[in-house]
């Protein structure tokens, strides 16, 4: 049963590696590349995952004597996992903003004409909204 936990344990092992040295290379892609190489990992942190679950099972099977030791490495591993799937995540966001940026671009002269257009529209809402409510102030004095 240990000698399945070991190879579960060397895959985890070369999993984690390949994982952390992609989700290093994300930020300094671009495109498609970029792309691929996210969706290439979010595959490989699901058979993680996967991994994660044959070795809690495996070590259910273990005896009761020597279970104790596996549990804690089995913890330190999906504590592992963890931080790897937060890593992940924030090479994404960071790809997130990056396009963002792209598509909406740092234009402050954009801004600036955003931000009157809401003064406007803001301004028009409070006299529709005093309009409504001077309607209903005579509709109430009517009835």
Same mark, same amino acid.
């Given at each position: 049963m240990s000698s399945d936990f070991e190879a579960y344990e060397q895959d985890f092992g070369t999993l984690t590696a390949e994982i952390t040295n992609k989700v290093g290379r994300i930020p300094k892609l671009s495109g498609e590349e970029k792309t691929q190489l996210v969706l290439n990992v979010d595959k490989q942190l699901e058979e993680v995952r =996967?991994?994660? %679950?044959?070795?809690?099972? =495996?070590?259910? %099977?273990?005896?009761?004597?020597?279970?104790?030791?596996?549990?804690?490495r089995l913890k330190s591993y999906k504590q592992e996992l963890e931080k790897l799937e937060k890593d992940f995540k924030r090479s994404r966001i960071a790809y997130s903003d990056e396009v963002r940026n792209e598509l909406l671009g740092d234009d402050a002269g954009s801004s600036e004409n955003q931000r009157a257009h809401l003064l406007d529209n803001t301004e028009k809402l409070e006299r529709s909204s005093r309009r409504l409510e001077a309607g209903y102030q005579i509709a109430v004095e009517t009835e």
């Open positions: =996967e991994l994660m %679950e044959q070795m809690d099972l =495996e070590v259910r %099977e273990i005896p009761v004597q020597s279970r104790a030791m596996f549990n804690s």
